[in-house]
């Protein structure tokens, strides 16, 4: 036996970690990574917030085993979660008409959503934004999906082109999934109004289609619960759906890699029905959660006081992205580069979209040592009092020339 032949051509580089290589192995001076969807401070460090570090100092004092953890999750996990989501209030925690799990990251709980849909007879066609984050495409296509896309930014305008957007999903059959992202859209940064969220959630409703919303950066938009006003057009009373939550950016634990999938069902039962096949699908795959990160998840949540200290955290780091965001407004235009750029300002969360050419991206990256990421998505976290003015610099030389 062999290996695939197919395997004997190296793979294309990941889109967005691939350039994070290539910019480690860059020995330019000055060179600007905006390109890896992390938050950074002003000296371009993604800190551990301190409530996170006294969160792991109690864990540490009173941690006795390192037993596995169950296939879903720890119970106090997939309560706060489910919690921080909806709030304990709403119709949906209520009713009992919920279940979430545990998994890797978000990126986990979209393949164990996809998994868990291919192997209950789900429609095989998943509709995703045009723009969408590239690894959206490939999850779902690797896991058997036919992906197809909708259109979601106005050509030469920073805001959701709703009406082509509804054209499309027109067209989509009874059962199919549309993945929307809940808040602060990657790679564009441009989120439905409460209008536009209200018109799509009326397309669901008369499309018949299920829901998953890529829920990543909740509190990296307006606030935590602002960031959630897609709920009441897409979470209606009875309406099924699923939710990939992740606590990267939020708690800033990239590396603890700490996700759920969180499946709305029409009442209790059928949700604890729906869980125990994504435990079948979880079972397949890694089998069992990793424990640490989600116990700094539960931890904070469950203590008032660090929930509190947690929050006032999370807000600066909003605030740092929204003061980035105006900032380069400022640049761009105090250089007079061509375009209309005020609509970042008021744009959410990490990432901005400029809309530039593969050549130009390519000019940045190859001429001028700065990585950005596809049609000129940057990540606005990444920009700081250093490299703000090389970085506007850069951009005006590849667009005026």
């Not at 009992?96 to 978000?106: D, I």
């Not at 959660?289 to 989600?294: F, K, Q």
């Amino acid at each position: 036996m062999a290996l695939p032949v197919a395997s004997r051509t190296p793979a294309p580089p990941d889109p967005i970690l691939g350039l994070a290589e290539a910019f480690r192995a860059d020995t330019r001076p000055g060179k600007i990574n905006l390109s890896s969807g992390v938050y950074v401070d002003d000296t371009g460090i993604t800190p551990v917030l301190p409530s996170v570090l006294e969160a792991e100092r109690r864990m540490l004092a009173a941690e006795t085993t390192k037993l596995y953890r169950p296939i879903d999750g720890d119970a106090a996990y997939r309560a706060a979660v489910r919690d921080l989501i909806f709030t304990p209030e709403h119709e949906i925690v209520r009713s009992g008409r919920s279940a979430t799990s545990h998994t890797p990251g978000g990126t986990g709980a979209l393949r164990v959503a996809a998994d868990f849909l291919i192997q209950e007879g789900a429609n095989r066609t998943v509709w995703v934004s045009d723009p969408t984050w590239p690894n959206h495409p490939q999850i779902f296509g690797l896991a058997g999906f036919r992906v197809r896309p909708y259109p979601y930014v106005h050509p030469g305008e920073r805001r959701v082109a709703i009406d082509a957007m509804l054209a499309a999903l027109g067209g989509a059959e009874p059962g199919d999934l549309i993945l929307l992202h809940g808040s602060c859209h990657n790679p564009t940064g441009v989120d439905p109004t409460a209008d536009e969220w209200r018109r799509i959630g009326d397309a669901v409703e008369e499309r018949d289609l299920l829901p998953l919303v890529d829920f990543a950066y909740q509190g990296f938009g307006d606030g935590l619960r602002e960031d959630a006003d897609w709920l009441g057009a897409i979470a209606r009373p009875g309406r099924e759906l699923l939710v990939a939550s992740s606590f990267s950016k939020n708690f800033a634990l990239y590396s603890e890699r700490v996700g759920a999938l969180t499946v709305v069902a029409t009442d209790a039962a059928a949700a604890t029905s729906a869980q125990s096949h994504i435990k079948v699908a979880i079972r397949a795959n890694y089998s069992n959660p990793p424990s640490h990160g989600a116990e700094i998840v539960t931890t904070i949540l469950g203590d008032p006081a660090l929930r509190a200290q947690w929050e006032v955290e999370l807000a600066g780091m909003r605030g740092r992205i929204h003061g980035n965001r105006r900032a380069l407004v400022d640049a761009l235009e105090a250089r007079n580069v061509p375009g209309d750029w005020a609509p970042i300002g008021h744009q959410r969360g990490m990432f901005a979209l400029l809309g530039l050419s593969k050549e130009q991206v390519a000019r940045l990256r190859d001429e001028l040592a700065v990585y950005v990421v596809g049609a000129g998505r940057i990540n606005v976290a990444g920009l700081t009092k250093e490299n703000l003015d090389p970085f506007a610099d850069a951009v005006s030389t590849v667009i005026a020339n």
